[in-house]
T-cell receptor, first 115, second 118 residues
């Protein structure tokens, strides 16, 4: 069965600093990978996704992620964090099940941004 | 904000009761997925509906059931509520993406319904 590990429960960065959120997945076939963000009281918003092609994926809000098959990782990065980036971030792997890619989410990483 | 709406926003029920949660999908989307997000956890896939038929199900018991209507809005019903059913319930709408394969297109999430079971 597929699984996702986000090893960092909380990450604290200063505004303007760079950010990297870690994600490791386990899946026997080619994964479909996602990063979502959830602000307090809000639903999830897709930041970016990867299925094939260039392993460096650009997303919204200045985020990017790099797929590394050898490390089973899909880490999310941003060169300069803004206070509005404070939120919960979820990595997910989509496993093909009966014709649909069903996502399995990690537990999330809470990003705290200091001024 | 997405065009996905959910009602009610909050709900308090007691153990053993039944609950119905509602979701209106974004215009043009014919697929609705439901997720359960317990406190401090990531969302867990419950099931997906496409054109009024269940089209995929996660590891949830049969007391979790759903409906999709001709206008693609959806309901999630939970019978015999248990304390562990307390969670944020999210719905997401989408359309089949690459070659008609669900899950490859972007899912648009609603703000969720917070269910508390006492």
């Amino acid at each position: 069965a597929q699984s996702v590990t986000q090893p960092d429960i909380h990450i604290t960065v200063s505004e303007g600093a760079s950010l990297e959120l870690r994600c490791n997945y386990s899946y026997g076939a080619t994964p479909y990978l996602f990063w979502y963000v959830q602000s307090p009281g809000q639903g999830l918003q897709l930041l970016l996704k990867y299925f094939s092609g260039d392993t460096l994926v650009q997303g919204i809000k200045g985020f990017e992620a790099e797929f590394k098959r050898s490390q089973s990782s899909f880490n999310l990065r941003k060169p300069s964090v803004h206070w509005s980036d404070a939120a919960e971030y979820f990595c997910a792997v989509g496993a093909l099940t009966g014709g649909s890619y069903i996502p399995t989410f990690g537990r999330g990483t809470s990003l705290i941004v200091h001024p | 904000e997405t065009g996905v709406t959910q009602s009610p926003t909050h709900l308090i029920k007691t153990r053993g009761q039944q609950v119905t949660l509602r979701c209106s999908s974004q215009s043009g989307h014919n697929t609705v997925s439901w997720y359960q997000q317990a406190l401090g956890q990531g969302p867990q896939f419950i099931f997906q509906y496409y054109r009024e038929e269940e089209n995929g199900r996660g590891n949830f018991p049969p007391r979790f059931s759903g409906l999709q209507f001709p206008n693609y809005s959806s309901e999630l019903n939970v019978n015999a509520l248990e304390l562990d059913d307390s969670a944020l319930y999210l719905c997401a709408s989408s359309s089949p993406g690459l070659a008609g394969v669900w899950g490859t297109d972007t899912q648009y999430f609603g703000p969720g319904t917070r269910l508390t079971v006492l």
